[in-house]
């Protein structure tokens, strides 16, 4: 299947996509490592930044899913989806002053940062973590890129191409758009698929916690047209 816009009527669903696929990612493990105990706010603040993501006011993102055949049921279902940060449409119409709209720090606002699933300390360095390099590594090539954020399959839809089928989308989004790249922060997870794709590594990185022995391993990777 081809991927279509994710709609707020998706927000169920996607949840679904991404409480079930993360959990296979070590990044998630990372940062939530009390999900089973509060599974409550588990889904609650999940669904909560997915729900930003979809909002069509929040247009500096841009959500793209996938439907396939459920066979238990005979029928399709959201099994993929992706995230990108658009934003480089509103930057070019309001000029260099344009601030960013910040799905995660309206979760934070909204209850997230005393959320019980989550180890906090963790939870920051990560995103913080991934802004800083992405301020190294990106912003300085300028507005006319595009980001992805989130990548999700189903475990029992994985390796059909859906997650393929998104990033190509996106691929060709940059080449019609005129686009200078797509980046993305690869876990261990992704770094096969995109690599495969035609992503070149431009830095490894870790998240740490000052003091700890416990790290993520992380690709700066980017996508540029002519590049593979």
């Not at 691929?171 to 261990?188: C, G, I, N, T, Y």
């Not at 000052?210 to 996508?223: F, V």
């Amino acid at each position: 299947m081809k991927p279509r816009l994710g709609l707020p009527s998706d927000l169920d669903a996607v949840t679904d996509v991404i409480l079930s696929a993360m959990v296979l990612d070590p990044q998630w493990d990372y940062r939530f490592p009390w999900r089973l105990e509060y599974p409550d706010d588990h889904r609650k603040y999940t669904r909560m930044l997915i729900e930003y993501f979809l909002r069509p006011d929040y247009d500096d993102w841009l959500v793209m899913v996938v439907e396939d055949l459920d066979e238990d049921d005979g029928q399709y279902k959201v099994v993929a989806f992706g995230v990108w940060d658009v934003s480089f449409a509103n930057k070019q119409k309001y000029g260099p002053g344009y601030k960013t709209q910040d799905p995660v720090t309206r979760v934070e606002e909204n209850g997230g940062s005393t959320r019980r699933d989550a180890n906090h300390e963790h939870f920051n360095a990560f995103w913080k973590g991934q802004m800083r390099e992405y301020k190294k590594l990106f912003a300085p090539i300028g507005p006319e890129q595009i980001h992805l954020q989130i990548l999700a399959t189903l475990p029992d839809f994985q390796r059909r191409g859906h997650g393929s089928s998104l990033c190509k989308w996106a691929m060709e989004l940059v080449r019609r758009q005129s686009l200078k790249d797509m980046s993305v922060m690869a876990s261990p997870m992704g770094y096969e698929l995109y690599t495969w794709l035609g992503f070149q590594r431009v830095e490894e990185f870790y998240i740490q916690v000052p003091g700890e022995d416990e790290k993520l391993t992380l690709q700066a990777m980017i996508y540029r047209p002519g590049l593979s």
